[in-house]
Each structure stands twice: as structure tokens, then as C-alpha cells.
């Protein structure tokens, strides 16, 4: 059974601080992403990666950055938490090919105090 | 740039009634195109995917869309709504060498008693 978990189901955390959301994919899929999703905008992309130690901006990279060491995990880092980034953070992988659906992780819904 | 429409934030359905759901697409090219469904406290879930083959998709749950070119659409279907259908349900869509998806804003449907 395909997998991808989130380290976190909850976090709540302070106003500049530094906060990591983790997701490790047992598939072996080449590409990760993470989105953010909020009530009445859908999903928006925030970072992916197609390759160990590659990124990409997605739509909305302003205030994250991303780490991909290995394989199967892809790091959320917000280096300063505001309260503009509280929502909930989903993360999602897929094969190398555009046809291939992604598959999403239970999501982490952050709350920034 | 792709992008994805979903009119009306909250659909409300009978039970046992069609459910529709409406997804229009920007694309200069022929694109790929997938129905997620998202319950409550979960991540999302694939629904269906059209990948250029045949043109009417059969998904699980009694799921179907259909892909016209002409209209640039990829509508949602059920025939007959079920308590358990109620979730919010996202589009989205990906062009052939581009691993991105594009989302829509997604439908919240309740159904009713």
C-alpha cells in the first residue's frame, strides 16, 4: 500500500520561530511537493522537487524554503513563522511522468500564535 | 499557464439525486486532467484521471467524468448521491512534460437527507 506521512498532525508554534514540517515517501517517487491549502483557494503549490537536492518555486515560495537531502523526504522549513501561515500543509509525490497522479499526505494543519 | 474553474464553493445534493460537479480548463495543448476527493481531516484522494484515451473515465465510488475538447471541460458525475459523498472535491490539471498540477478552488458537497 503506497504511503506518504507528514511528522506532524498538529503543531502550534509562535510567532518567529523556526518550524520544519517533514514527509517521507516510501514509493520511490522522483518528485515531491508541498502545497498549502486554505478555505475557498484550493491547493496552491509551494515548493517541489524533481530529484534529490533539486527545487523549484512553486506559486507561492515567499517565506519557505525546502530541503531534499534524500530520496524519500522532502523538509517544509518556514525560517520565520508569521500568523499569515497558518493553514493546513499537505505533501504530495509522484512518478517522473506528467500523466501519473500524485499522491498526498494526510496533511499537517499548522497554527502560527 | 494552466488553470482550472470550479464554479460554486458548496454544492448541496438529495441523497439519491446526480451529483455535478463542474471543472472547465485552460490549456493550449492537450492536457491530462484528474478529479480529487478530500474528506473530512484527510488528505486527498485520486478520484479518476483522463490521460488521453478514452474520453469518458470511470473512477471509483461510482464516479465518472467526462473530457470534451470542444467545451474545454471535464464535469463530475454520480447518479445517485450517497451521505458518504460528502467531502470537497477538487480538479485539476497538468500538461504533458510538466510534472506541476494546476488545482481548482474545489466544491464542498453536502448531501442531504
Known amino acids: 500500500d503506497v504511503k506518504v506521512t507528514q511528522s506532524s498532525r498538529y503543531l502550534v508554534k509562535r510567532t518567529g520561530e523556526k518550524v520544519f514540517l517533514e514527509c517521507v515517501q516510501d514509493?520511490?517517487?522522483?518528485?515531491m511537493f508541498w502545497y498549502r491549502q486554505d478555505p475557498g483557494l484550493g491547493l496552491r503549490l509551494i515548493y517541489f522537487?524533481?530529484?534529490?537536492?533539486?527545487?523549484e518555486k512553486g506559486d507561492i515560495p515567499e517565506g519557505y524554503s525546502v530541503s531534499r537531502e534524500k530520496k524519500e523526504r522532502f523538509s517544509l522549513i518556514l525560517e520565520s513563522a508569521s500568523t499569515n501561515q497558518t493553514s493546513m500543509y499537505l505533501c504530495a509525490s509522484s512518478l517522473g511522468t506528467s500523466y501519473n497522479e500524485q499522491f498526498f499526505g494526510p496533511g499537517t494543519r499548522l497554527t502560527v500564535l | 499557464a494552466q488553470s482550472v474553474t470550479q464554479l460554486g464553493s458548496h454544492v448541496s445534493v438529495s441523497e439519491g439525486a446526480l451529483v455535478l460537479l463542474r471543472c472547465n480548463y485552460s490549456?493550449?495543448?492537450?492536457?491530462?486532467l484528474f478529479w480529487y476527493v478530500q474528506y473530512p481531516n484527510q488528505g486527498l484522494q485520486l478520484l479518476l484521471k483522463y490521460t488521453s484515451a478514452a474520453t469518458l473515465v470511470k473512477g471509483i465510488n461510482g464516479f465518472e467524468a467526462e473530457f470534451k475538447k470542444s467545451e474545454t471541460s471535464f464535469h463530475l458525475t454520480k447518479p445517485s448521491a450517497h451521505m458518504s459523498d460528502a467531502a470537497e472535491y477538487f480538479c485539476a490539471v497538468t500538461l504533458y512534460g510538466n510534472n506541476r498540477l494546476a488545482f481548482g478552488k474545489g466544491n464542498q458537497v453536502v448531501v442531504i437527507p
Open positions: 522537487s524533481y530529484d534529490v537536492k533539486m527545487k
Open positions: 514509493m520511490d517517487h522522483e518528485n
Open positions: 490549456s493550449s495543448v492537450p492536457p491530462y
